[in-house]
């Protein structure tokens, strides 16, 4: 089990960039596939990003893909999501997420709010 504490998000304009951090507690962090995600208003959540926890393996959404990037730093025990050009369709709570050996994501964190104005 690992705990998870986002933080980072904010209000910026379109074309501006944040970095989300994801801090885990726990021995098995390395262990974990990290994922990020996302809920806007009205809408499911829906996956944004993952970094998994052996060869580091990336994956991301399309509708990211070239903006966002994901890493991780496992002697700090914590993910990151660097976010460049946002737009305002990335408005959302962003979440991260902890999948033990890459099986189902049972942990989650609280959320972090990102607003992206116009």
């Known amino acids: 089990q690992v705990q998870l504490v986002e933080s980072g998000g904010g209000l910026v304009q379109a074309g501006a960039s944040l970095r989300l951090s994801c801090a885990a507690s726990g021995r098995t962090f390395a262990s974990n596939t990290m994922g990020w995600f996302r809920q806007a208003p009205g809408k499911e959540r829906e996956f944004v990003a993952a970094i998994s926890w052996f060869a580091g393996v990336i994956t991301y959404a399309d509708s990211v893909k070239g903006r966002f990037t994901i890493s991780r730093d496992n002697a700090k025990n914590t993910v990151y999501l660097q976010m460049n050009s946002l737009k305002p369709e990335d408005t959302a709570v962003y979440y991260c997420?902890?999948?033990?050996?890459?099986?189902?994501?049972?942990?989650w964190g609280q959320g972090t709010q990102v607003t992206v104005s116009s």
């Open positions: 997420a902890a999948a033990y050996r890459g099986r189902e994501y049972t942990n």
